[in-house]
């Protein structure tokens, strides 16, 4: 039988482990592999784990907060009012009757000196607290045939109660025949309540003329 042969090298290794003393132990066997403990290996599984965390946190960041939504508008609603019905009553009061015109056509007799009374304020019977002033006022045509010259024509109370402030006043302006003048007198409702009236008249030289009388009651 054919033997192959060994090589040299080995051929002398085999015979240096023969030569080996007791108790040797050849280099070429492989050490024994040693016993974890089961504690110390879960020890190092946890370190292990957190320290994976950790490092995975830092390579993340740090988590951006959401930011929280905050209202900003509050809406309350309203109360609507109550209408309330407001009710107004109006009592009649009693009030005196105001001074107004009244239109008499009062007319002299025809000639050289004539007239006709158009207008008078305030009307007769008008009422006046006592010591009131106020104006008489009558509006009169010339329906004569001559003009009333300013320069000699007047008018003047005649007769009857005396509530005016002058007896007499001359005329403002010429009045030609178909013309009207309205004739002011200042007069003050006397103290004392009652009927009053008063009684005027034109007069040019000798001729008295144009009978304006007027009638007021005081309260």
């Known amino acids: 039988m054919n033997r192959r042969c ?3 090298l080995l051929l002398a290794l085999l015979l240096s482990a023969c030569a080996l003393p007791a108790g040797f132990t050849s280099v070429l066997t492989p050490p024994v592999a040693p ?3 089961e504690r110390a290996f879960n020890t190092i599984v946890a370190q292990t784990a957190a320290a994976a965390g950790t490092q995975t946190a830092l390579a993340a ?9 905050t209202l900003l508008i509050t809406t309350t609603p309203t109360e609507i009012p109550t209408l309330t019905p407001t009710f107004v009553f109006v009592l009649p009061t009693a009030t005196r009757p105001k001074p107004t015109a009244t239109v008499t056509q009062t007319a002299s007799a025809g000639g050289d000196y004539a007239c006709a009374i158009v207008s008078q304020s305030p009307a007769d019977n008008t009422e006046f607290d006592p010591n009131d002033d106020f104006d008489g006022r009558w509006r009169v045509r010339n329906t004569g045939d001559r003009k009333w010259d300013e320069n000699n024509a007047d008018y003047l109370y005649a007769s009857g109660d005396k509530f005016h402030q002058a007896g007499a006043y001359d005329f403002p302006k ?8 309205t004739l002011v007198v200042d007069m003050r409702a006397p103290k004392n309540s ?3 009236t008063t009684r005027w008249e034109i007069r040019i030289g000798a001729n008295h003329f144009c009978d304006m009388r007027m009638t007021i009651e005081v309260q």
């Open 61 to 69: 960041g740090s988590p951006t907060p959401i930011p929280t939504s």
């Open 174 to 181: 010429t009045v030609a025949p178909g013309a009207e003048i």
């Open 6 to 8: 060994l090589p040299p």
């Open 35 to 37: 016993l974890l403990d």
């Open 194 to 196: 009652g009927t009053y």
